[in-house]
């Protein structure tokens, strides 16, 4: 059906359809002032992607990368792991209790002024509490906290019972629970206990603590209505629920105190009557419940929510066994294929962590054999990841926690694999966790702002941003702009999950859910600018447009050191024009370093508010010179009356890189003319791309950038992008010695040789490299540069003076020239033979 195509629509809002659905589509993430665009809040922090459990949002409105802790209090944050158990979506924090429910939290929120007390009306027997912690850890040691004196009582009699989540396969479905800590004698003033928890299944020498999800706190004896005696006058100011027993006595003849009723004592003479004894009742107030683990385990920091594909085993379906957090799922591993390359794990924590250590935890039948390699997500001259690969470590042991240390260091990808130990012999492999730990603030968070939209045509002029940037950190930011919007249709069932148009149109009409339209950067949309490193840096991007993105990367080479971000703002300024619009001739056929004459025409459309430009920067994305031939102005689109600028009263300057730039006598303003800019160049690139900024020199630091379009009807190009044919051209051309032969000698003749060097084929910055030598292979000169177009044609000078300046002796010598690659490419150097003579 027509409707739910996708349509490439031009300046349109956003068409929110759906409800519930719609709102992972409409969350704006910045602030639209009248001079500027403003992201200073959690709120829209929020609403910029990001790796999950990469960054944190800070109260206050700013943002800073996720620190990985060591020696943590894995109660503290359950609250924040979710899992799925038996189809249910569950979270950390109270489980369960016999008594009190409501108050459980508080036995895990951090405060000693807070604390979870039993109904001192029910039984013993329901005196318990279960605390779930989210998510697996390796409990290391507990702390069980009362309130402080005069807070309340400690607990007289307990225990402390960890679960690693299992339920036991029985009719009763419980779960299985393993006694970490108990109290049985009775303890009236002890507020703090620490109880180590030993390794209950097989793990290898010097291991610690245990596999813990549940904890069961149970108390086994109370003194109950004679929790602490007190005297009468203090018993009569308790409250009636505090006050507990008042214990009567009858004195002997010799001198025994004997309890008896209260009817029985107020009945006996006076002489008989001893002492009465008051009780306040007890009340047992547990504060905090802490289990202590190694450190914040990052694969579940970085997976709020089980989420399939975050792990890949190659030739298997995806899943999330091994990183789910729960002990009780696992994975059967199959021995892993060199040949294939198949059935290894790859975990992606989503960005890179400081990390020095791996645990595989397993329920039973481990792996005989494995090995574990990390990467830091860096890739080589093919795109392959490049690994760091341990020792294959054997398992004879059958131990059920398997460990990988290494020095502190960058990790994004942990990859495990599982490897035959004995040939012929059936093996278990079950892997339930793969868990990473470390220290230090992630090192690269990188987050993606939603559509900015700027309401109208906007010229974007500065970018800045501030907060707390430490040594050893940094912050950059990138752009991208448009003004066209793919608006993508969603479809989802009555339950909100997604499906495909078929199955939706397939929903009986009445309770078919409406349609959520999402939008996404159409076709016009510039690629992401060179980064900004520095606040307050002229905008990069395509200007003006309507639309725009943000990209912003908090980058770290210290562990404990983060930069924070507490706001960004990009600042606009009135536009020169309301619109530019330019159109290249020709853009096909082009002969790759060849000289080509083009027509750039451009049409500057004006509203009454517009002040105008004065200046013409005219650039190409090749390191070319521009040579210009002639411009002129005319009438509406189709250059009616043209009159000729230049050569006449434009003047003309040379730029970096080839560019251009034609200065007005004065300002360009208030007339819709077209102009022809008639120039010749060469293209080095099979996309070439030319572009025109307007430019008023009242106002430095304004520049607009004309965009492709329409611009005339004299051509059909709408285009600014050259293209040329190079798949038979070699990176590096024919490099050519001007002269070959020079003499140096000062009489302005042949001084210098010129170092031509053609470069094709290579996108963004390069080192062009010409290095002089002897013939005994001693280098004399380095005239290498960087280059921030690498294609072009580079013209490098060498005045025959060694690099202290001292001139060479006559004779031959040796050059060097050609362009460092990432890759190892072919044709990228050559050697060529210059003379010297005097």
Request: hydrophobic residues 40%; glycine residues 8%.
């Amino acid at each position: 059906m027509e409707e739910y195509k996708t349509r490439l629509l031009s300046g349109k809002a956003l068409l929110l359809l759906g409800l519930g659905a719609s709102a992972a589509f409409a969350q704006e993430g910045y602030r639209l002032l009248p001079d500027r665009v403003v992201v200073n809040s959690a709120a829209h922090w929020q609403a910029w992607s990001a790796p999950e459990g990469s960054r944190v949002l800070l109260p206050e409105g700013g943002v800073e990368p996720r620190l990985v802790r060591r020696q943590i209090n894995a109660a503290l944050d359950a609250g924040q792991f979710r899992y799925v158990s038996e189809g249910d979506t569950l979270s950390g924090g109270v489980r369960a209790a016999g008594s009190n429910l409501q108050a459980g939290g508080l036995a895990m929120d951090g405060d000693l002024a807070t604390y979870w007390e039993p109904d001192p009306q029910s039984p013993l027997e329901s005196w318990w509490l279960e605390l779930d912690l989210g998510r697996a850890v390796i409990a290391q040691h507990i702390r069980v906290r009362f309130v402080e004196e005069g807070g309340g009582d400690p607990f007289l009699k307990f225990r402390v019972l960890i679960s690693d989540g299992r339920i036991a396969l029985t009719e009763a479905r419980n779960r299985e629970f393993f006694r970490v800590g108990l109290v049985t004698e009775p303890n009236k003033d002890q507020r703090e206990f620490e109880f180590e928890v030993q390794p209950q299944h097989p793990a290898p020498l010097g291991s610690t603590g245990e596999v813990a999800q549940i904890l069961r706190f149970e108390a086994l004896g109370s003194d109950g209505v004679r929790g602490r005696e007190v005297a009468s006058g203090e018993y009569a100011l308790l409250d009636s629920i505090d006050q507990g027993a008042i214990d009567y006595f009858r004195r002997t003849g010799a001198g025994r105190q004997i309890q008896v009723e209260k009817e029985i004592y107020e009945a006996l003479p006076a002489q008989e009557q001893g002492q009465v004894r008051y009780f306040r009742r007890e009340r047992p107030r547990l504060a905090e419940v802490e289990v202590y683990t190694s450190g914040d385990e990052v694969t579940r920091l970085t997976r709020s929510l089980p989420k399939a594909g975050v792990v890949r085993i190659a030739n298997t379906r995806r899943t999330r066994e091994v990183e789910d957090g729960i002990f009780s799922t696992f994975r059967s591993l199959r021995e892993y294929d060199p040949i294939k390359n198949e059935n290894q794990i790859e975990v992606d924590l989503g960005t890179r962590y400081w990390l020095d250590r791996v645990l595989l935890l397993s329920p039973g039948q481990p792996p005989p054999a494995y090995q574990v390699r990390i990467c830091d997500g860096s890739v080589d001259p093919s795109g392959e990841k490049i690994w760091r690969a341990f020792e294959e470590r054997q398992n004879r042991e059958v131990f059920l926690r398997l460990e990988e240390t290494f020095p502190l260091q960058e990790v994004r990808f942990v990859e495990v694999r599982r490897l035959k130990l004995e040939v012929g012999k059936r093996e278990g492999g079950n892997l339930s966790e793969v868990q990473v730990y470390g220290e230090g603030y992630a090192s690269e968070v990188v987050m993606v702002s939603p559509l900015i939209r700027l309401g109208r045509h906007r010229l974007l002029s500065t970018l800045s941003w501030n907060g707390d940037i430490p040594l050893g950190t940094r912050v950059e930011v990138r752009t991208r702009s448009g003004d066209e919007l793919l608006h993508i249709p969603h479809y989802f069932n009555q339950q909100g999950v997604e499906i495909d148009v078929r199955t939706w149109e397939k929903i009986a009409e009445a309770e078919r859910p409406p349609v959520v339209i999402e939008d996404q950067p159409g076709a016009d949309w510039s690629n992401w600018s060179p980064s900004y490193l520095q606040p307050g840096e002229e905008f990069k991007s395509p200007n003006p447009r309507q639309y725009l993105m943000a990209e912003v990367r908090l980058l770290s080479q210290e562990p404990l050191r983060a930069a924070r971000l507490r706001q960004l703002q990009l600042h606009f300024d009135p536009p020169l024009v309301d619109q530019a619009l330019a159109e290249l001739w020709p853009t096909t056929g082009i002969k790759p370093g060849e000289e080509q004459e083009f027509t750039l025409y451009l049409q500057p459309l004006f509203t009454g508010a517009n002040p105008g430009f004065d200046r013409l920067e005219l650039r190409s994305s090749s390191s070319a010179p521009i040579e210009l031939v002639s411009v002129f102005a005319g009438q509406n689109e189709r250059l009616l009356r043209p009159r000729r600028l230049w050569p006449g009263t434009l003047q003309v300057e040379s730029g970096q890189a080839g560019a251009l730039s034609l200065v007005f006598p004065q300002l360009a303003g208030r007339q819709d003319l077209l102009y022809a800019i008639h120039f010749r160049t060469r293209v080095f690139l099979s996309n070439t791309l030319f572009g025109v900024r307007l430019i008023r020199s009242a106002r430095p630091g304004v520049v607009q950038e004309a965009a492709a379009g329409e611009a005339t009807s004299l051509v059909e190009s709408q285009s600014l992008v050259a293209r040329a044919d190079l798949q038979e051209i070699t990176p590096l051309g024919q490099v050519q010695l001007i002269p070959p032969v020079f003499t140096p000698n000062g009489d302005g003749v042949n001084d210098q040789v010129a170092i031509e060097i053609p470069v094709f084929v290579l996108e963004g910055p390069k080192r062009i490299a010409a290095q002089i030598y002897d013939l005994a292979g001693r280098q004399v000169r380095d005239l290498s540069v960087e280059a921030s177009q690498a294609s072009g044609l580079h013209r490098l000078l060498w005045d025959g003076r060694d690099h202290q300046g001292m001139l060479q002796p006559p004779g031959l010598y040796l050059i060097r020239a050609g362009i460092d690659t990432d890759a190892a490419r072919s044709h990228t150097q050559v050697l060529s033979m210059v003379g010297v003579v005097y």
